[in-house]
């Protein structure tokens, strides 16, 4: 059974800074592209970064690209995301899931874990 669990989030200052972690099982972690999602109060579901299962090749969207990292460690079969400077449009339920982006609903992603809420505010 796949299994991802969201950890790392909180609620910060703008400016501030966060570092997700999602821990995987179930599957053979070191073979799939990993990627993160979010999703904002009433919108649908935004692709936020992504990358190779041998992570040698991030990717992100233009609106966190220079603020985020993703990373991942094989041998512990672990996802990170690490939020800089963090904005209020940043706020919302991040995901992390297996592969590449697949759609702007949650229910396109059959494996996913319960999120991490991340709530950027003064």
Request: charged share 15%.
């Amino acid at each position: 059974e796949v299994q991802l669990v969201e950890s790392g989030g909180g609620l910060v200052q703008p400016g501030g800074s966060l570092t997700l972690s999602c821990a995987t099982s179930g599957f053979i972690f070191a073979v799939y592209p990993m990627t993160w999602i979010r999703q904002a109060p009433g919108k649908g579901v935004e692709w936020v970064s992504s990358i190779t299962a041998g992570g040698d090749t991030p990717s992100y969207s233009d609106a966190v690209k220079g603020r985020f990292t993703i990373s991942r460690d094989n041998r512990k079969n672990t996802l990170h995301l690490q939020l800089n400077n963090l904005k209020t449009d940043d706020t919302g339920m991040y995901y992390c899931v297996q592969g590449w982006f697949g759609g702007s609903s949650l229910s396109d992603y059959a494996d996913r874990g319960q999120g991490t809420q991340v709530t950027v505010s003064s």
